[in-house]
Every structure is written in C-alpha cells, then in structure tokens.
C-alpha cells in the first residue's frame, strides 16, 4: 500500500524539482540550437536562459518566474494501492500545490476565470489539474509534475475540425500557421515543443496534443513510420519560416514536434496543436509498493 | 554583440527619443509593475496607485514571485509578462501616465506604439529567460499596492532597481518595431514553405458556413 504521506511528499518535490531544474533532454537540445543559431540576438535570447536556469538550479530563483497552472499526470501501474483510494490522489496533488506556492517554488497564479478572485495559493476548482490514468506494464506510481507557463498554453493553443476533405495538406497548413502565429515576438517562448493531436473527440484531440508536448522526450520521432515522417516534415517547414528562439530572426523556433493520433469519425479530421515553451519543465516521480520513491528528470 | 547603453530613471523625452529600435539597454531607477488588473482597472475605474508617474514613468509588465519573511518581502524571481494581451488598453494607458519606457515580453501592437510616438516613449522587450538576473537587480522593494485585493501577482509593486536588463529597444518612440519587421520577411517566406508542403496557394478549408470566429 503506498501511504498518502509518500505520494504528498514525491508531488512535492516532483513540482519543487520541475520550477527549479532545467531537464537534461531540454538543456541538451537547447544548447544544440544555441550552436546552430548564428544571430546574435538569438544567441544571447538562449545564452541568457542558460544563465537564468544555472542560478534556479543553485537555489537563486526559478526556471521561469511564470510558474503556470499546475498539472500532475499520473499513471497507476500493478501493486499501487493508494491508502484511501485513489480520490486521494487529488487531495495530495492540493497539499503539494499548496506547499510549493508557500515556499514560493510556484506563483500564486491560479484565479477565478470569471471574478478573477485569486485563492493565494493555486488551488481551487479543477486545479491543480490530475490526469489519471492506468498502465499495467509499470510497476506502482509514476507521476509527472508539470508547471506549464502560462505563454505557452495561453498563446499556443489551437484546434480546429477540419474534414476528410481537407486532407493532409489542410494539416499542414494548420499546423505551420499556427506555429508562425504563437512564435511572432516569442508568445510562446521558443524554442517551443509543438504537441499535435490529429483524430478523437475535441477534448482527446487537444489532450493527445497536450501530452505529446509535456510528457515525450523532445525530438523522439514517432514510433509509427508515416507519422515520424510527418513530424519530420512540419519540424523543417518551421525552421524556414526565419523564427528564432524568443521570436527574433532565425531557426529554432521549434525544438520538438510530437504527433499523437487516435481514431476519429469517418466525416471528421480534427487537428489540435499545444505548445510548452523552452524551458519544458516537468519532472517524474516514480513511487513503489514499499513506499520508497525516486526522482528524475528523464522522461 | 551590441554595445548597452546605460539609462538612468526618469527617462526624458529627449532621451527616450534618442534611443533606436533594437538598441541593447539597461535601466536603473525606479519602476512600477502591473498586469492586466492594472490596465483594465485604471482605464475602466480610473483606480490608479498613489505613484508620481512624472517621477516614476517605467511601467514593468510582471508579476513578480515574491516570498514572505520575518521584516517583509524576499524576491525570489521577476520574469516580464507578454505586453501583447495589455494591447486593447495599452494606448490609454501611456497617454494617461505619460509613460516613458514599458518593459515587458513580446511587444505591442499599432494603437500603443502609436501611443508611444506621441508622449515619446520606448517599449523594452526582455531577453531569454531572464527572471532570475533581473531579480538580482532589483535593489530595493520600495512599496506595494493593492496587495489585498488583487494578490501577489496582479499587484502593483515599487521597486529600486540597478542596471536592469538587458533588454533592446523593441518599439522605439518613432513608430518602428523590430517584430513587425521580421513579420515581414516571415511571410517572405510562407509561398516556398506551403510549395514544399504541397499547400497550394489558393487553398482553402472545407467551408461548412460556420460563421463562428470569422
């Protein structure tokens, strides 16, 4: 039985780690854009970023002072009984939320959509937000905590039905405008990782989408063929538009393109694009039966 | 890289003038921060903080990560905010407090850089993430207002700071700005990009007569 008191603490610093650490497959691919990218402005826009993560990292600051809305994606495997059920994964993610925007690792950024009331400490109705879900091929828990800024998510959101007639060439035209758009003076903070869902229902569309930009290692291709073919395609046709990191003139303003796909209705196409910006936080924690956890930045 | 010029707050008009977009500055003095509660609620309600604006005419888009302690308020991070979504009350706001400089993430549209042109203001856009330097260079926290009813990070802070940036000059105060530029040469370049996705120009999605967004 895995205790309540385990998971609290694993969501705790799983958040703590995501806001105050770079992970490793990010700052690799950044410092490979940083190599390739021959404009100044560009250099310096991720020379700085490198800075301002060495200092998080020492304990000076954070990642990114937007520390967004707080998401846990959490998968159950076999032997991860939670001690009062599962429901009590929810109440763990709001202790752990509300520890870590005490000691100031998040923001207070989480409002009432509508009164703009803000609760001071990020959690409320729907938030932090929990995705369940359940994997017999691991063992015990394995959550992710993701702290999404909020340029990204607000700025590099999109979707669109679009209909078998449509065809291919709709989605990418879909997709490359929608790039352009979220990357004009860095809304989306690029180098962004660019998440596509194609197929389901709106909501498991965006979802897909969501998924394929926070929780894949950034660049792994696909493992269906024609869809790592199509990932490859849109991520060159984005590093001619001339964007580079943080909007300026260059290559990279895409480090990452993930497709995810799922079956659809035989009269729809609907595509769904979210981005997560350049600093890519998110961090795993990965609880056994025996209540013991471990931390890791690898995905 | 290019060479940093060094201002010194309040900035004059004369100053502020002189400065070319995509010029590298920091600044030093103080500066004022708020968001979308600031905007929408001075221009709306005409309830602004009890701030000299002739004196203190820096507007910094952020809220700040700040944590409490013992005798008041630790900084723990300042990462600018996207101005952009401020554009609907951007204008009205550097008229009404003749702002000097905006300091902030992405840029502005027409209306504010129209705005800027006016009072003789400069919209600075922040480079890379930044927010833990630019912490390091606040010196002083000043004061804060509406800490009560607007929180943490909608309120407005007061803040010393030293040398702070650097940032380069993305709207300048005769109109220019450095992302409708490049905009330009972006669309330069969507003809071959939509040639080599097999896009063809007089593409069109399925028009289904929705009328929803258009």
Redesign the interface.
């Known amino acids: 039985m895995i205790e309540l008191n385990t998971v609290r603490r694993a969501m705790f610093e799983a958040m703590k780690k995501a806001a105050t650490i770079l992970p490793p497959d990010i700052e690799k691919r950044l410092h490979e854009a940083y190599e390739e990218e021959t404009n100044?402005?560009a250099k310096?826009?991720?020379?700085?970023?490198f800075?301002?993560?060495r200092?998080?990292g020492e304990g000076?600051?954070?990642?990114?002072?937007?520390?967004g809305f707080p998401l846990f994606f959490i998968k159950a495997g076999r032997h991860s009984e939670v001690q009062g059920g599962y429901s009590q994964l929810w109440k763990a993610a709001e202790d752990a939320t509300a520890q870590c925007t005490e000691?100031?690792f998040l923001?207070?950024?989480m409002?009432n959509p509508l009164t703009?009331a803000?609760p001071?400490d990020n959690v409320g109705q729907g938030m932090p937000k929990v995705e369940l879900s359940f994997d017999d091929s691991i063992e015990g828990l394995e959550i992710i905590a993701a702290p999404k800024g909020?340029?990204s998510e607000?700025?590099g959101t999109f979707y669109?039905m679009?209909?078998p007639?449509?065809g291919?060439?709709?989605i990418?035209?879909?997709v490359?405008e929608c790039i352009?758009d979220a990357c004009?003076?860095?809304?989306i903070?690029p180098p962004a990782i660019v998440g596509i869902g194609i197929g389901g229902t709106a909501d498991l569309c965006m979802k897909l989408a969501k998924e394929a930009a926070l929780l894949r290692k950034v660049g792994e291709p696909s493992p269906d063929p024609e869809i790592a073919k199509l990932e490859q395609?849109?991520l060159?046709?984005s590093r001619?538009?001339?964007?580079g990191?943080?909007?300026?003139?260059g290559i990279n303003c895409v480090m990452g393109l993930h497709i995810e796909t799922a079956l659809t209705h035989t009269a729809a196409l609907p595509v769904a694009v979210n981005a997560q910006c350049?600093?890519g936080r998110r961090w795993k924690a990965s609880i056994d039966e025996n209540n013991n956890y471990e931390l890791s930045g690898e995905i | 890289m290019n060479t940093i010029k060094h201002l010194q707050l309040p900035l004059s008009e004369a100053e502020a003038r002189s400065l070319k977009m995509g010029e590298m500055v920091t600044v030093s003095g103080k500066v004022f921060t708020g968001r979308s509660r600031f905007h929408i609620r001075a221009i709306e309600d005409d309830i602004l903080p009890p701030i000299d604006f002739s004196k203190i005419n820096t507007f910094f888009h952020v809220g700040p990560v700040m944590r409490k302690v013992d005798d008041g308020w630790e900084l723990v991070s300042i990462e600018p905010t996207s101005s952009i979504r401020f554009e609907r009350y951007g204008a009205d706001v550097v008229r009404k407090l003749k702002l000097r400089v905006l300091i902030g993430k992405t840029t502005m549209g027409p209306a504010t850089t129209e705005a800027l042109r006016e009072v003789g203001g400069v919209y600075l856009t922040k480079i890379g993430i930044c927010g833990n330097q630019l912490g390091e260079q606040v010196k002083n926290i000043e004061t804060v207002y509406f800490l009560d009813e607007l929180g943490k990070t909608e309120a407005t802070w007061v803040f010393e700071v030293e040398k702070l940036g650097p940032f380069f000059v993305g709207i300048d105060s005769h109109g220019n700005n450095y992302f409708e530029g490049l905009s330009q040469d972006v669309e330069g370049n969507m003809p071959k990009i939509n040639a080599e996705l097999g896009v063809p120009e007089d593409y069109d999605y399925t028009d289904v007569n929705s009328s929803v967004g258009k």
Do not use: W
């Open positions: 100044p402005l310096q826009h991720l020379h700085i970023s800075e301002n993560a200092l998080a000076k600051g954070l990642v990114c002072g937007d520390t000691e100031a923001r207070p950024t409002v703009r803000n001071g909020g340029g607000i700025f669109r679009l209909f007639s449509d291919q060439a709709g990418k035209k879909f490359i352009k004009y003076a860095g809304k903070c395609e849109l060159a046709a001619e538009l001339g964007i990191p943080m909007g300026s003139q350049l600093v």
